[in-house]
């Protein structure tokens, strides 16, 4: 029987701590604002924002929706970036993926600047997560790490498996754990003895994007299972990339879904928007 690792509740501490550190800044008369950009009418984007635009409010901040249409150019967007790159009271900008297929999505991420890129998408900050000396942790691995931590289990010397290779989380996921001195291993479709591997790990994060593609004989009895997938079924319902129901039984601690990372990669949102605005005012 496996402990639950609350999402949820992890993610109310977490923001808690950003609020009261809010308000403090808004006693020294700073405000923070995040600048949140959705182009076109993807549901899901639009249930994301509305999160993440809530989120801001819970926490004190400001935040600054631009919805633009479905049509719209990269110039135009490219413009947008500009204008908020400029505006001293948007403190972090984010531009809610996917986009369209007619705007290149690395043009965009490219154009933000480092210092409001709350997402640590773009190549600078890229770079910093690789050297290990970072502003900005992106959000879903940043998530991750806080949920693994919460468990009181020590990365260090693990053997930790990152099923999923993508630049917003296998790979940056698998540099936080290698950080953490854990002995790191990050499988994906070619991957030869796949089970075997995984198998192995004492902490296993699963980000595969297929529902219950983690199964019961895949997983070391009281590993640390971190599921971070976000399959939407036929029947609306979410379904995480683990056999919850099978492997909970094996794993000591496991993430559910909904109410595990997803929480947590919101959260993580407004802690770098917090740290965005502490930077560009000298705090930081
Ligand atoms: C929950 C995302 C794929 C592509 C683009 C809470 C979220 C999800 C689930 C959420 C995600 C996934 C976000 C739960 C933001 C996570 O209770 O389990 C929150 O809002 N997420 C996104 O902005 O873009 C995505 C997944």
Redesign the pocket.
């Given at each position: 029987m496996a402990q639950l690792i609350s999402?949820?509740e992890v993610s109310a501490q977490v923001k808690e701590r950003v609020r009261a550190q809010a308000e403090e800044l808004k006693a020294k008369g700073i405000e923070i604002g995040l600048a949140v950009v959705i182009v076109g009418d993807n549901p899901?984007?639009r249930?994301?924002?509305n999160?993440?635009k809530k989120a801001c409010e819970a926490v004190g901040f400001n935040s600054y929706e631009y919805a633009l249409p479905e049509e719209t150019t990269e110039q135009e967007l490219l413009d947008l970036v500009q204008v908020l790159n400029n505006d001293p009271k948007v403190n972090g900008i984010?531009v809610?993926?996917?986009l369209p297929k007619q705007i290149n999505e690395e043009a965009i991420i490219n154009a933000i600047s480092a210092e409001k890129d709350v997402d640590a998408f773009h190549p600078m900050n890229v770079g910093k997560i690789m050297i290990g000396s970072y502003a900005f942790l992106p959000?879903?691995p940043a998530g991750a790490m806080e949920l693994i931590d919460s468990t009181g289990v020590d990365v260090s010397g693990k053997n930790c498996v990152v099923i999923g290779r993508s630049n917003?989380v296998g790979k940056p996921m698998a540099m936080l754990l290698l950080h953490r001195s854990g002995t790191v291993t990050i499988c994906h479709s070619r991957t030869q003895n796949l089970k075997e591997i995984c198998r192995n790990a004492d902490i296993l994060v699963a980000a595969v994007?297929r529902a219950n593609f983690v199964t019961a004989d895949m997983v070391k009895p009281g590993a640390v299972v971190i599921d971070v997938g976000?399959n939407r079924m036929e029947d609306g319902k979410?379904c995480g990339d683990v056999d919850f129901a099978a492997v909970e039984p094996i794993a000591g601690y496991i993430t559910?879904?909904?109410?595990?990372?997803?929480?947590?990669?919101?959260a993580m949102?407004m802690q770098n928007t917090l740290t965005a605005a502490k930077q560009q005012n000298g705090l930081g």
């Open positions: 999402g949820k899901a984007s249930v994301y924002v999160s993440k984010l809610q993926l996917p959000c879903t917003i994007g976000i979410l559910p879904v909904p109410g595990g990372v997803g929480p947590m990669t919101i949102l």
